[in-house]
T-cell receptor
Framework: GQSLEQPSEVTAVEGAIVQINCTYQ??????LSWYQQHDGGAPTFLSY????GLEETGRFSSFLSRSDSYGYLLLQELQMKDSASYFC???????????FGTGTLLAVQP | ETGVTQTPRHLVMGMTNKKSLKCEQH?????MYWYKQSAKKPLELMFV???????ENNSVPSRFSPECPNSSHLFLHLHTLQPEDSALYLC?????????????FGEGSRLTVL
C-alpha cells in the first residue's frame, strides 16, 4: 500500500525559515507534490518533484530524495499569511493516483 | 478563484434525506475527482472520472453515487448517509493523466449528517 508521514503541527515566527518533512512508502513512484490549504479554503498546488534535488519557486522550495523516500517543503521569510495546512502527496502506486498525507498545520507567530 | 466551483458550500441533512453535491470546472480539463476530507485524516480519494468515464472507485459505499454528464460537471448524489459521513467533500480537476501531480480543487462542500 501507500502511506505518507508528516508532522502534525509546526510553529515558527515571522521572517524565519521552516522545513516541513514528508516520508513516504509506495509501490511505484512518479513524484511528490505539495499543497497549501488555508482554513475554509481549497487546497492549492505549490510544487511537484519527480527527480531528486531542490526546486525553488520564490519563497518556497521543495526537495526530493527518491533513494530515501523523503522530501521536504522549505518556506523562507515567513509571513503571517503562510499560516495554513501543508499536505504532501505522492503520485504512484498501481493506479498512478495522487495519495495525500494528513497535513502539517503551520502557525506563524508575530 | 481556482476555476473549480462547488455548490452548496454547506449542507445539513438527515439520514433519510437525498441530496446532491455539484462541481463545475472552467479549466478545460478532462479528469475530475471527488475527495473526502475529515479532521486529522488524509484526503481520501473517492472517485475519478476521465473523459466522463469512471476510472476509479475507491471502495466507496453505495450510498455515495457519482455522476459525470460531461467533462465540465461532476455530481455526488447522497442518500441514507450516516453521521460518520460528515466531512468536507472536495472536487478537483486536472488535465487528463494528472500530468505533474497538479490538481485544481474547489473550496469544498461541508456536509453535516444528523
Amino acid at each position: 500500500g501507500q502511506s505518507l508521514e508528516q508532522p502534525s503541527e509546526v510553529t515558527a515566527v515571522e521572517g524565519a525559515i521552516v522545513q516541513i518533512n514528508c516520508t513516504y512508502q509506495t509501490s511505484g513512484f512518479y513524484g511528490l507534490s505539495w499543497y497549501q490549504q488555508h482554513d475554509g479554503g481549497a487546497p492549492t498546488f505549490l510544487s511537484y518533484n519527480a527527480l531528486d534535488g531542490l526546486e525553488e519557486t520564490g519563497r518556497f522550495s521543495s526537495f526530493l530524495s527518491r533513494s530515501d523516500s523523503y522530501g521536504y517543503l522549505l518556506l523562507q521569510e515567513l509571513q503571517m499569511k503562510d499560516s495554513a495546512s501543508y499536505f504532501c502527496a505522492v503520485k504512484g502506486g498501481a493506479t498512478n493516483k495522487l495519495i495525500f498525507g494528513t497535513g502539517t498545520l503551520l502557525a506563524v507567530q508575530p | 478563484e481556482t476555476g473549480v466551483t462547488q455548490t452548496p458550500r454547506h449542507l445539513v441533512m438527515g439520514m433519510t434525506n437525498k441530496k446532491s453535491l455539484k462541481c463545475e470546472q472552467h479549466l478545460g480539463h478532462n479528469a475530475m475527482y471527488w475527495y473526502k476530507q475529515s479532521a486529522k485524516k488524509p484526503l481520501e480519494l473517492m472517485f475519478v472520472y476521465s473523459l466522463e468515464e469512471r476510472v476509479e472507485n475507491n471502495s466507496v459505499p453505495s450510498r455515495f453515487s457519482p455522476e459525470c454528464p460531461n467533462s465540465s460537471h461532476l455530481f455526488l448524489h447522497l442518500h441514507t448517509l450516516q453521521p460518520e459521513d460528515s466531512a468536507l467533500y472536495l472536487c478537483a480537476s486536472s488535465p487528463q493523466g494528472q500530468g505533474g501531480g497538479e490538481l485544481f480543487f474547489g473550496e469544498g462542500s461541508r456536509l453535516t449528517v444528523l
